[in-house]
């Protein structure tokens, strides 16, 4: 008998483990299947009231109806987003912590500052939402109209002109260093700390040319506080269709760059909990009320086709090579 008692020994402990392990794993794919039970939380790296945080709160909006619990928006600003985007990345991978980020604080901060310890793969990246272009604008005591006037002018005066953005390494430094390598251009970088500085002395003719994003510049363009030389993506922007691209002329052919936003979750978000995130997302990039409010901030919505890691990549590398050719660090 004692021989019996051993043979099934093994066999009762296996299968006591088993028991064990289907328990502990059991509430978790139940969480999953339950998600969302409570609030969620998009967090934004930025204070209220600019584009990322008017995207996140458009997007919030949506997401609250399609998953039916409460999205709430939380602001917190520094580092050029990248206080808000350490804290998702730090977050548990629950779905209940998100981010809406832009350009700046997802690809472009930890190429430029040591100070940034998370990277891409400490997110996951759930859906491209948005884009928009950037402007690059003159002064009216600058003395250009156009982008042809504005080129011959700083060609033939290299290092007397300067442009303005809203801060080192963010995409509208990025951009106006892309244009002075298309164009063959030496003109000085002065970094503002935000855009409303940027902004005052471009009116009060301090400062000869800046780069806004579009929805920012566009109240001043339209009062004719400044002149806008052309937008930064490929092709003309359907907000702006008078403004002619920067890649519509020849030297400036490869000028391509805007910002974007991205609905992001820290790492290892759980697949039941991105599929529906994912739906929920595509299915508010679809709504017309969602598109009507993005288009109006001068937004274009985004492809529901588009894959993210993709896009990320590709962003990162267009990026390094800017950086490095302008050397930019802070």
């Known amino acids: 008998m004692p021989t019996t008692r051993l043979s099934f020994a093994p066999r009762r402990t296996a299968l006591l483990c088993g028991l064990a392990l289907l328990s502990t794993a059991a509430p978790v794919l139940a969480q999953d299947a339950a998600w969302p039970s409570k609030p969620i939380t998009i967090v934004v790296g930025y204070p209220p009231g600019g584009s990322t945080d008017l995207t996140g709160r458009t997007v919030a909006t949506e997401l609250s109806t399609k998953l039916g619990v409460p999205v709430v928006i939380e602001n917190i600003g520094g580092a050029g987003g990248a206080i808000g985007a350490q804290k998702v990345a730090s977050a548990a991978p629950d779905g209940y912590t998100l981010l809406v980020g832009a350009s700046n604080e997802i690809a472009i901060n930890k190429l430029v500052t040591k100070k940034v310890k998370y990277d891409i793969k400490d997110f996951t990246a759930i859906g491209l939402i948005a884009s928009q272009p950037l402007v690059l604008v003159a002064s009216q005591g600058a003395g250009v109209k156009n982008l042809a006037e504005f080129t011959q002018k700083v060609s033939k005066n290299p290092g007397k002109f ?169």
């Open 162 to 330: 300067s442009y303005g953005s809203s801060g080192v390494g963010t995409s509208l430094h990025l951009a106006g260093e892309m244009v002075k390598e298309q164009g063959k251009l030496f003109m000085t970088h002065i970094p503002y700390r935000g855009v409303a500085p940027l902004t005052n002395d471009l009116m009060g003719n301090n400062l000869e040319y800046g780069v806004f994003v579009l929805s920012s510049g566009l109240p001043h363009i339209k009062s004719g506080k400044v002149i806008a030389l052309g937008t930064t993506e490929a092709k003309r922007s359907a907000t702006t269709p008078d403004i002619p691209a920067l890649a519509e002329t020849a030297q400036y052919k490869n000028v391509d760059i805007g910002v974007w936003f991205a609905l992001m979750g820290p790492a290892n978000l759980p697949k039941p909990v991105f599929d529906k995130l994912k739906k929920a997302l595509n299915d508010s990039l679809q709504s017309p009320e969602f598109r009507k409010k993005m288009e109006a901030s001068g937004s274009t919505v985004a492809a529901t086709t588009v894959n993210l890691d993709q896009f990320l990549a590709t962003e990162v590398v267009k990026y390094k090579k800017i950086v490095d050719y302008a050397k930019i660090e802070e």
